[in-house]
């Protein structure tokens, strides 16, 4: 990963420059000195571990999931946007990780990082929405963080019943899943989009939280719904300030951290790595790069689609 620790310690050295935004560095330019969204695993990264045979699909399993009110917010999810660079830089991050898919196992991926507000839920949350655009992906997103959920304000959805009340035994899964209720007016993408996800929030997991990530529950609950789903991300607290993370990581297929430029330390980094070490960590995600770098003329549209 030594692209990815040049690119931390340049953001290191930047801290006091000027503001960021909520940005994922990708220049295609020159690939190998941006993002570097993904590195190979070292040599003694754990393999993905072998998952006992998946329950039998009914019919009938998303068809019970309910329909609730969501009001995206816009100016957070630039994975709802038609275009723009926002848009381009998660489609290479959805890119990186289909090659990855395609090496190895994966469709459970936990998203997390070393500290708060480096911008995991910010990636947790776009990410899922541009899988889920991509040849009609289906994909589920749940908020792991049961301490402090926020995806469900991105989404503009109630927080409750969430995963803690699944894990904690007070709810089924489908009763904790969600839907986005059909708007008519709603744009046509953003409609396309929002149909190919669901939603399990955080819920109050509160000081629970820790024996409840810890939970054979969420074992049960991804092998439950793997068979229905493309693509499953998992949002996580900071891994530095709790062991939820790292509890929920050893049920997920992998793990792809997040580090925000001009803020996240080397060392926060290194440590984060370090507390994962028992997991698949596949990559980091350099994100809020500044805007400055990245121009709307760097990408282009063909006979005028989107996709």
Known sequence: MSHIYEALQRAEAERKS??????????????????????????????IAEKA?????????????????????????????????????????RSRLQEFRDLKSLKSLLVSSGMPREGKSFIAANLALNLARHK??????????????????????????????????????????????????????VSAVLNNLAFIPGGDGGDRAADLSGSKRIDELLATAAPYFDWIVVDSPPVLLVSDAVNLARSCDAVLLVARAGITTFPVAQRAQYELKASNIIGF??????????????????????E
């Open 18 to 47: 000027a503001t960021h935004e909520d940005v994922i560095t990708f220049d295609p330019r020159n690939s190998k000195d941006t993002l570097e969204a993904f590195a190979e695993p070292s040599e003694g990264a754990i393999a």
């Open 53 to 93: 045979p998946l329950p039998a699909t009914d019919a009938s399993f998303l068809i019970d999931v309910p329909r609730r009110p969501w009001n995206p917010s816009f100016d957070r999810l630039p994975g709802l946007q038609k275009s723009g660079a926002g848009v381009e830089q998660f489609r290479s991050l």
């Open 136 to 189: 009609n992906s289906k994909v589920l997103l749940i908020d792991g963080d049961m301490r402090c959920s926020s995806l469900h304000q991105y989404l503009g959805c109630d927080c409750n019943p969430g995963l803690a009340d699944y894990l904690s035994g007070k709810a089924g899964i489908q009763e904790v899943m969600q839907y986005a209720e059909e708007v008519k007016d709603r744009d046509p993408v």
């Open 285 to 306: 995600v350099l994100n809020a790069v500044d805007k400055s770098v990245i121009t709307e003329s760097y990408y282009y549209r063909y006979d005028g689609k989107t």
